[in-house]
């Protein structure tokens, strides 16, 4: 009864929530964010997410790489992070002999955990407002660029692992500092089967109901003293005070849920004629043409093995834009997205004199700039699709270092990966259909007569093949000078530069004058007593919500939990995206899921909640009202895929692992309890 009054609450509070509910904090925002918080349900203080005398919990969240989010977990650094944001390092360290991707690995002990060369983890310590200070270097003449490495580098520095930087937010309106130390020695420990860290894999991607168990671990090593250093034989785990705790209680509909990470762009403030260019003719566009791409590729992967295995990861690639793209149209028409947008623009122009002509301005210009735009798609869509063009590049970069006499290891090695997932005849069949609803829908002159013409296939059949190991490469050589596709990447890519050349000073224009618009927003919400949050920009952010599904269309509803009975019933022997491993099957089959389930004994597996997350929070920890770890975050459902210009908790959701089946496939699957046995685990 309490779960269905909290969810009846929640849904009758949706009708109101203001356009302004979109919201990645900055952390030292968060006390400014206490009543609402509060609100949601929070019971944690805010100084115990974030305090400038320490201790907060962005403490243990790690930038990892430098492009996911990770979090300490044991007093001995332990971190949890996504599979796919580990995915590289356990593939490294992968062979035929010993596949770490398909079998798993766990650790035994401390000398069995592997470095990662490159790998590396941030803590973020402080954040700060330091508008003033970079504005009075401007004021004295200096570039805003300059202005904010100045006030960078004016930071106390203690050691080489300090990192101070400055960012703009709000278009240049507003500027804020990131102190962080850099840790590079950064070890795998453990990582489930792809079968279960993938499982679902391009089908589920973006979807609910999802079954994935999305998460590796790694740990953190410093010098003995405790500080960071690079990889050394010497160092140990490193010595952590304060670990996240980790809670089996799990959360319910309606509970408060917290998100800390680094999210990677939003675009919340643009003007509503650039959001109808996108919804209207760039996305449907793109959407278009890489379905020509996709269903090329299908037809031939649902045929040929080798094909599949050759044109999986490059079909998961596309497939992700392609499927967002279609949420984002669709959402954003479910919700009448762009009404709600037009509605609060209206409100702000007539705010200020200025306003409404910057927004006279942007509709003039985006009308201009539409052309040039939707021709540029086109370009970067065939392009990177097109692997001949992509033999040409490479081809050429080879040739040239032939002629200059330098090494010729890694141009061979590169022309050696392409031809190894490259099947010349699909690549034309796509390239064809690429080019003809190319022509069919642009009035661009190329260089080339007829870009068709390549896609003959006497020019794609007559590739010359690469030489055996240790063989000769004189015939392919003299083979790739005479071929009439050599030049054709030089060729597109000067039709590129030059087309984007044309149109960087409108579009640097175009930019100038989000900062004006973005100042009179700022008025308009301080004259409303509204504080609104800075699109993601890749630094630390605090975003909250609360946990639950949604009803994304009549008659259906996703629940706010996932179970292991749905990772049975998706189960496909054979199928690269939904096989198990028979131990792994035999395991769930068992339900012998311990202490690790919910109140009627199920082993949940993801879960929902309407956290406002974008690219970047990837493996960022999902906290409960007391800021215990209950999940880890890898994903949203398509159907709210706009929450990257307009976040409605009506629609957006995010999608993470609950934290009591990572356990589980810790304890139970792997039987690692030297694991365990580390975490701070309370009920």
């Given at each position: 009864?309490?779960?269905?009054?909290?969810?009846?609450?929640?849904?009758?509070?949706?009708?109101?929530?203001?356009?302004?509910?979109q919201g990645?904090?900055?952390?030292?925002?968060?006390?400014?964010?206490?009543?609402?918080?509060?609100?949601?349900?929070?019971?944690?203080?805010?100084?115990?997410?974030?305090?400038s005398?320490?201790?907060?919990?962005?403490?243990?969240?790690?930038?990892?790489?430098?492009?996911?989010?990770?979090?300490?977990?044991?007093?001995?650094?332990?971190?949890?992070?996504?599979?796919?944001?580990?995915?590289?390092?356990?593939?490294?360290?992968?062979?035929?002999?010993?596949?770490?991707?398909?079998?798993?690995?766990?650790?035994?002990?401390?000398?069995e955990?592997?470095?990662?060369?490159?790998?590396f983890?941030?803590?973020?310590?402080?954040?700060?407002?330091?508008?003033?200070?970079?504005?009075?270097?401007?004021?004295?003449?200096?570039?805003?660029?300059?202005a904010?490495?100045?006030?960078a580098?004016?930071?106390?520095?203690?050691?080489?692992?300090?990192i101070?930087?400055?960012?703009?937010?709000?278009a240049?309106?507003?500027?804020?500092?990131?102190?962080?130390?850099r840790?590079?020695?950064?070890?795998?420990?453990?990582?489930?089967?792809?079968?279960?860290?993938?499982?679902?894999?391009?089908?589920?991607?973006?979807?609910?109901?999802?079954?994935?168990?999305d998460?590796?671990?790694f740990r953190?090593y410093?010098?003995p003293?405790?500080?960071?250093?690079?990889?050394?034989?010497?160092n140990?785990?490193?010595?952590?005070?304060?670990?996240?705790?980790?809670?089996?209680?799990?959360?319910?509909?309606?509970?408060?849920?917290?998100?800390y990470?680094?999210?990677?762009?939003?675009?919340?403030?643009?003007?509503?004629?650039?959001?109808?260019?996108?919804?209207?003719?760039?996305?449907?566009?793109?959407?278009?043409?890489?379905?020509?791409?996709?269903?090329?590729?299908d037809?031939?992967?649902?045929?040929?093995?080798?094909?599949?295995?050759?044109?999986?990861?490059?079909?998961?690639?596309?497939?992700?834009?392609?499927?967002?793209?279609?949420?984002q149209?669709?959402?954003?028409?479910?919700?009448?997205?762009?009404?709600?947008?037009?509605?609060?623009?209206?409100?702000?122009a007539?705010?200020?004199?200025?306003?409404?002509?910057?927004?006279?301005?942007?509709?003039?210009?985006?009308d201009?700039?539409?052309?040039?735009?939707?021709?540029?798609?086109?370009?970067?869509?065939?392009?990177?699709?097109?692997?001949?063009?992509?033999?040409?590049?490479?081809?050429?970069?080879?040739l040239?270092?032939?002629?200059?006499?330098?090494?010729?290891?890694?141009?061979?090695?590169?022309?050696?990966?392409l031809?190894?997932?490259?099947?010349?005849?699909?690549?034309?069949?796509?390239?064809?259909?690429?080019?003809?609803?190319?022509?069919?829908?642009?009035?661009?002159?190329?260089?080339?007569?007829?870009?068709?013409?390549?896609?003959?296939?006497?020019?794609?059949?007559?590739?010359?093949?690469?030489?055996?190991?240790?063989?000769?490469?004189?015939?392919?050589?003299?083979?790739?000078?005479?071929?009439?596709?050599?030049?054709?990447?030089?060729?597109?890519?000067?039709?590129?530069?030059?087309?984007?050349?044309?149109?960087?000073?409108?579009?640097?224009?175009?930019?100038?004058?989000?900062?004006?618009w973005?100042a009179v927003?700022?008025?308009?919400?301080?004259?409303?007593?509204?504080?609104?949050?800075?699109?993601?920009?890749?630094?630390?952010?605090?975003?909250?919500?609360?946990?639950?599904?949604?009803?994304?269309?009549?008659?259906?509803?996703?629940t706010?939990?996932?179970?292991?009975?749905?990772?049975?019933?998706?189960?496909?022997?054979?199928?690269?995206?939904?096989?198990?491993?028979?131990?792994?099957?035999?395991?769930?089959?068992?339900?012998?899921?311990?202490?690790?389930?919910?109140?009627?004994?199920?082993?949940?597996?993801?879960?929902?909640?309407?956290?406002?997350?974008?690219?970047?929070?990837?493996?960022?920890?999902?906290?409960?009202?007391?800021?215990?770890?209950?999940?880890?975050?890898?994903?949203?459902?398509?159907?709210?895929?706009?929450?990257?210009?307009?976040?409605?908790?009506?629609?957006?959701?995010n999608?993470?692992?609950?934290?009591?089946?990572?356990?589980?496939?810790?304890?139970?699957?792997?039987?690692?309890?030297?694991?365990?046995?580390?975490?701070?685990?309370?009920?």
């Open positions: 009864m309490k779960n269905k009054l909290l969810a009846a609450l929640w849904t009758a509070a949706l009708g109101s929530t203001s356009v302004w509910a990645m904090w900055f952390p030292h925002e968060v006390a400014g964010r206490k009543a609402d918080m509060k609100a949601v349900g929070m019971k944690m203080s805010t100084s115990a997410i974030y305090s005398e320490g201790g907060g919990l962005n403490e243990s969240v790690v930038h990892f790489g430098g492009f996911c989010t990770g979090e300490v977990i044991s007093s001995k650094g332990l971190v949890l992070t996504n599979h796919h944001c580990g995915y590289d390092a356990i593939q490294s360290h992968s062979s035929i002999e010993d596949n770490l991707l398909e079998h798993g690995f766990w650790a035994k002990s401390y000398a955990e592997k470095p990662n060369p490159g790998l983890v941030d803590f973020v310590l402080r954040t700060e407002d330091v508008t003033l200070a970079v504005q009075s270097l401007i004021a004295k003449g200096q570039e805003p660029g300059e904010m490495k100045d006030v580098a004016a930071q106390p520095k203690p050691d080489a692992s300090w101070h930087n400055v960012k703009p937010i709000f240049g309106n507003r500027y804020v500092l990131t102190s962080a130390r840790y590079p020695d950064v070890r795998l420990v453990g990582a489930p089967p792809s079968a279960v860290g993938k499982y679902g894999s391009d089908t589920d991607n973006w979807v609910w109901p999802r079954h994935t168990g998460f590796s671990l953190v410093t010098a003293d405790g500080s960071p250093a690079e990889y050394s034989s010497s140990v785990p490193m010595n952590v005070a304060k670990p996240l705790a980790i809670s089996l209680r799990g959360v319910e509909e309606g509970d408060f849920t917290l998100i990470g680094f999210p990677g762009r939003t675009d919340s403030y643009m003007p509503v004629s650039e959001v109808q260019q996108q919804l209207k003719t760039m996305l449907p566009t793109r959407v278009a043409m890489r379905h020509e791409v996709l269903r090329t590729w037809s031939a992967m649902r045929v040929d093995p080798m094909v599949k295995i050759q044109y999986a990861s490059k079909y998961a690639s596309v497939a992700n834009g392609w499927k967002k793209w279609i949420g149209i669709e959402g954003m028409a479910e919700v009448s997205g762009v009404d709600t947008l037009a509605a609060r623009e209206a409100r702000v007539a705010f200020s004199p200025q306003g409404l002509a910057v927004i006279q301005r942007f509709g003039e210009q985006n201009a700039l539409m052309d040039a735009r939707w021709t540029a798609l086109y370009y970067q869509e065939l392009i990177p699709r097109w692997e001949l063009a992509t033999w040409s590049r490479l081809t050429s970069a080879y040239k270092a032939v002629a200059m006499g330098d090494n010729l290891d890694k141009p061979r090695a590169a022309l050696r990966e031809y190894k997932d490259w099947n010349p005849e699909l690549d034309r069949r796509a390239a064809q259909r690429l080019i003809a609803a190319w022509n069919a829908n642009s009035e661009v002159e190329h260089a080339e007569s007829d870009l068709l013409s390549f896609t003959d296939p006497k020019v794609s059949g007559s590739v010359p093949a690469l030489p055996a190991d240790g063989a000769s490469w004189e015939a392919f050589d003299a083979a790739a000078k005479s071929h009439p596709a050599l030049g054709l990447s030089a060729n597109l890519r000067e039709e590129y530069s030059a087309l984007m050349g044309e149109l960087s000073a409108a579009e640097t224009e175009y930019q100038s004058g989000m900062k004006d973005m927003q700022l008025a308009y919400a301080a004259s409303t007593n509204k504080q609104i949050a800075a699109d993601a920009n890749s630094t630390l952010r605090v975003a909250y919500g609360r946990a639950g599904g949604f009803s994304p269309t009549d008659g259906m509803r996703y706010t939990h996932t179970t292991a009975d749905g990772v049975l019933a998706k189960y496909r022997p054979g199928d690269y995206e939904f096989d198990l491993p028979e131990a792994y099957r035999t395991k769930l089959e068992a339900k012998d899921y311990g202490p690790y389930t919910l109140s009627n004994g199920e082993l949940p597996v993801c879960f929902l909640a309407a956290n406002h997350t974008s690219g970047g929070n990837s493996g960022s920890p999902a906290f409960n009202d007391r800021g215990e770890l209950i999940g880890l975050n890898f994903d949203r459902v398509w159907e709210g895929t706009m929450s990257d210009f307009y976040f409605t908790p009506q629609r957006c959701r999608i993470m692992v609950d934290i009591r089946y990572v356990l589980w496939v810790v304890d139970r699957y792997a039987g690692a309890d030297r694991l365990i046995q580390e975490m701070n685990i309370v009920r």
